[in-house]
């Protein structure tokens, strides 16, 4: 079963908007990641927040995690044509063991020039 | 880059053959893991290993195996392959719990 829950499923805004992607989990967490895919490709990681951290910046990124709504979000601020990509929330639950992260459905972002 | 590299690429195979699909890291990372990607899907976990002959199932692992013999490779079977193991297959790792993962650029497989 799905962890991670991303909304909306897709995202279409002008180049130099912002966009805000949102994921909602459902188990205690260790942390929570956020992967980019661009077409074709695998998974690039892009931040991490700990279960007990609440807002994280990386560049033009900052991602918010609310663990007592089970949720996350992630900022991407001025867009560019090249964040054009999907964008996956992974989960480290509590108690998973080795079984790894558990991904979302996905994002799908479009930067229109 | 983290080293980690899958073989092949693209894959187009006939119903009830076997396939092995290979994921070769030189990172040394204990955790290897094997997901499929399906429209709708998102990613979805096979088989993982957690060291070496150290394995176990994923959500949907019927009608896969692995192997892990040495450290730096993690084989996906499919024993006898059918149209619905048509996806894309991404082999990750990660080195310790709690840190990010680091995945290989995929292999598309079309069962025919």
């Known amino acids: 079963s799905q962890q991670g829950e991303e909304d909306p499923q897709a995202l279409s805004i002008q180049e130099g908007e912002n966009a805000t992607m949102n994921c909602s989990y459902k188990?205690?967490?260790?942390?929570l990641q956020w992967y980019r895919q661009n077409s074709g490709r695998g998974l690039v990681h892009l931040i991490l927040?700990?279960?007990?951290?609440r807002e994280k910046h990386s560049g033009r990124l900052r991602v918010t995690l609310d663990t007592s709504k089970k949720s996350s979000s992630l900022l991407i601020t001025a867009s560019r044509a090249a964040d054009t990509a999907s964008y996956f929330c992974?989960?480290?639950?509590?108690?998973?063991?080795?079984?790894?992260?558990?991904f979302g459905k996905g994002t799908h972002l479009i930067i229109q020039p | 880059d983290a080293g980690i590299t899958q073989s092949p690429r693209h894959k187009v195979t006939e119903t009830g053959t076997p396939v092995t699909l290979r994921c070769h890291q030189t990172?040394?990372?204990?955790?290897m893991y094997w997901y499929r990607q399906d429209p709708g899907h998102g990613l979805r976990l096979i088989h993982y290993?957690?060291?070496?002959?150290?394995?176990d199932k994923g959500e949907v692992s019927d009608g896969y195996s692995v192997s892990r013999s040495k450290t730096e490779d993690f084989l996906l079977t499919l024993e006898s392959a059918t149209s619905s193991q048509t996806s894309v297959y991404f082999c990750?790792?990660?080195?310790?719990?709690?840190?990010?993962?680091?995945f290989g650029q995929g292999t598309r497989l079309t069962v025919v």
């Open positions: 992974a989960t480290d639950a509590v108690g998973g063991g080795a079984d790894g992260l558990t």
């Open positions: 188990t205690s967490i260790n942390n």
């Open positions: 927040i700990r279960s007990n951290e």
């Open positions: 990172e040394n990372h204990r955790y």
């Open positions: 290993s957690y060291g070496v002959k150290d394995t």
């Open positions: 990750a790792i990660i080195s310790s719990r709690n840190t990010e993962a680091f």
